[in-house]
């Protein structure tokens, strides 16, 4: 894909599947618990998100792709227990993805996206000790994701990670 898109450098969709495959391996060295490779995966995916944001700043799936970029890079925060980096762009996330799911309510997958970032942050306030942030970030999750449970098994089991997120 970087192959592809170096020969079109002005062609976003080329762009973007470099930043997905960025976002990917980000992933896979998550789960392998290399984390400093994962944060690097990730920044790079942001990087390439942000030029397509800023190359066309209405294009709603970049900016979703952008928000998922930060949601990474806080996951990884998290994981390393840097616990104000990770806030901190879990709210930027959530931030965006609230804007999202407020511009179009029918948009159900904006909605699950947003419910997730609260149930997000709720885990990461409550490892910090926080736990009145943690549990008004739960709640919030819970009744985000809670009308969109009969769309679906994914739905239903994010409302089940957001009740348990809710119960811890």
Avoid: W
């Amino acid at each position: 894909f970087a192959e592809v898109a170096a020969e079109e450098p002005d062609n976003l969709n080329h762009v973007r599947n470099v930043a997905l495959t960025e976002k990917y391996l980000g992933s896979h060295f998550h789960e392998l618990g290399d984390m400093t490779r994962a944060l690097a995966h990730y920044r790079r995916a942001h990087d390439l998100d942000a030029r397509r944001v800023r190359a066309a700043p209405d294009n709603r799936q970049a900016q979703l792709d952008l928000a998922i970029d930060i949601s990474g890079i806080g996951g990884i925060h998290e994981n390393m227990a840097q616990y104000d980096d990770a806030v901190a762009a879990y709210l930027r996330s959530l931030e965006m993805r609230q804007r999202f799911a407020a511009e179009d309510p029918r948009d159900v997958y904006a909605q699950g996206r947003a419910a997730y970032a609260h149930y997000t942050l709720a885990r990461v306030y409550t490892a910090m000790g926080q736990l009145p942030a943690g549990l008004d970030h739960a709640r919030r999750g819970v009744a985000r994701v809670e009308p969109l449970v009969t769309l679906g098994d994914s739905y239903r089991l994010n409302h089940a990670i957001a009740l348990q997120t809710l119960a811890a």
